[in-house]
């Protein structure tokens, strides 16, 4: 099987156009798009296809909690991601359900109105709930949420499905990937790289750092200096339960996303950090925060707090200082360029890949990664 296990050493092939390195949703969207598009791709990944963070996360696609001015880019991630998993010959789990974004006081309604005239004038139409309208359509929401905009923009696809699907169609499409293959040295030749993994070698022309948090220690070993910190961020799955929430809810505030997957669990998280130590690899959960997050859901919709968790975890996330992703060439490293998403980097994988793609096939940045290269970070 070409996707789980290590391939024999004697596959590792010795050239390739394009190298990505790191195997999560960004990498495979990044392969696939660049394989699509006529390159001889090669992926290499230290330890299994989305194996981090694309597959800890919520799989959430939502738009009403993202702000301007990221929200063209965010609409256009989505709208990304629609493409990519109509085109997958596997079901990844992709909807939109819409989405419900949930207000409780003063404040709130005055920033979910203004929300949703940023939304409106990006084209998303929202509706505006309260009262009886509000409780006929979202009966299990707690009667302190005095208002809710209502958008069928927002989505869902399953991280523990999504990984494997993509994998397999970069491998369509040409591509290969190498799991179990950490790079560990980078050196130029000519105008290329050529990079160190176990077992051997593989000269490129062109390399894609999409290594999430790990990117500053990946852009070192190029020279370059990738402004890039992890960061480790809690989620909270409940036992099964009758179908309820038909739809993500997320808060004006913030800090909550609930849904429920077609299995009857639900999700309960919102960008909540645990405690970590990157170098160890340790993803702990910080129960006091965690217990915020957890009141925070049951507050907003009760009947979560009849429910049982059956699991808190942590998964690592990129965070850069601005919270702008990065996507563009490494200044003064020809060939070299970096991908690495910040906060919703689920929701922009596919787009992320695209744009990528796009600057090493035609060695130009396209106008929706304006602004986002390195040097900005
Ligand atoms: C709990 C949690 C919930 C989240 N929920 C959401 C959400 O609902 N919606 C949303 O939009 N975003 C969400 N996110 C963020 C989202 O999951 C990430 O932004 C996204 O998955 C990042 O993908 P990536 O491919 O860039 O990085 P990663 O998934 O971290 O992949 C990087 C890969 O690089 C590999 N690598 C590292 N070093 C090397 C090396 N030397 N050689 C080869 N490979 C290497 C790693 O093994 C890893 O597989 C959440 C994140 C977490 C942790």
């Known amino acids: 099987m070409p996707l789980s296990g290590r391939q024999p050493v004697e596959s590792i092939p010795v050239r390739a156009d394009v190298v990505v390195i790191g195997g999560g949703v960004s990498g495979l969207c990044a392969a696939l798009y660049l394989a699509r598009g006529g390159a001889e791709v090669v992926l290499l990944e230290a330890g299994v296809v989305a194996g981090q963070g694309s597959s800890a996360n919520a799989g959430t696609l939502a738009l009403q909690n993202k702000r301007p001015p990221m929200l063209a880019y965010f609409i256009e991630g989505v709208e990304e991601w629609h493409r990519v998993a109509v085109g997958l010959a596997v079901d990844i789990g992709y909807g939109r359900p819409g989405g419900l974004q949930v207000a409780e006081t003063d404040a709130d309604l005055a920033a979910l109105e203004n929300q949703a005239g940023h939304l409106r004038d990006h084209g998303i139409a929202v509706d505006w709930l309260e009262g009886s309208a509000l409780a006929a359509r979202a009966p299990w929401l707690a009667s302190s949420v005095r208002a809710a905009t209502e958008s069928g923009a927002d989505g869902y696809a399953d991280p523990l499905r999504a990984g494997q699907a993509l994998a397999g169609a970069v491998e369509a499409a040409g591509g290969r990937i190498l799991t179990h293959t950490p790079v560990m040295e980078a050196a130029r030749r000519g105008a290329g790289y050529v990079l160190s993994v176990p077992g051997g070698t593989v000269a490129c022309d062109s390399v894609v750092i999409a290594t999430g948090p790990w990117s500053a220690a990946l852009g070192r070993m190029f020279g370059a200096e990738l402004a890039v910190e992890p960061s480790t961020i809690m989620l909270t799955a409940t036992e099964p339960a009758p179908a309820a929430l038909d739809r993500v809810v997320t808060h004006i505030r913030g800090r909550l996303t609930v849904k429920q997957t077609a299995a009857g669990g639900c999700l309960i998280g919102g960008g909540w950090y645990g405690r970590g130590d990157f170098t160890r690899r340790r993803r702990d959960i910080a129960y006091e925060s965690l217990l915020h997050n957890l009141r925070l859901g ?25 919270g702008r992703p990065l996507i563009g060439p490494v200044p003064g ?13 689920w929701t922009a994988a596919a787009l992320g890949g695209r744009l990528i793609a796009e600057c090493v096939l035609t060695g130009r940045v396209p106008p929706l990664a304006e602004g986002l290269g390195p040097e900005a970070g």
Not at 300 to 316: E, I, K, Q, T
Not at 334 to 344: C, D, E, N, R, W
């Open 298 to 322: 049951c507050a907003v919709a009760p009947f979560l707090a009849d429910l049982r968790p059956v699991r808190h975890w942590a998964g690592y996330e990129a965070r850069t200082r601005h």
């Open 333 to 345: 490293q020809g060939g070299l360029f970096a991908l690495v998403p910040a906060a919703g980097g």
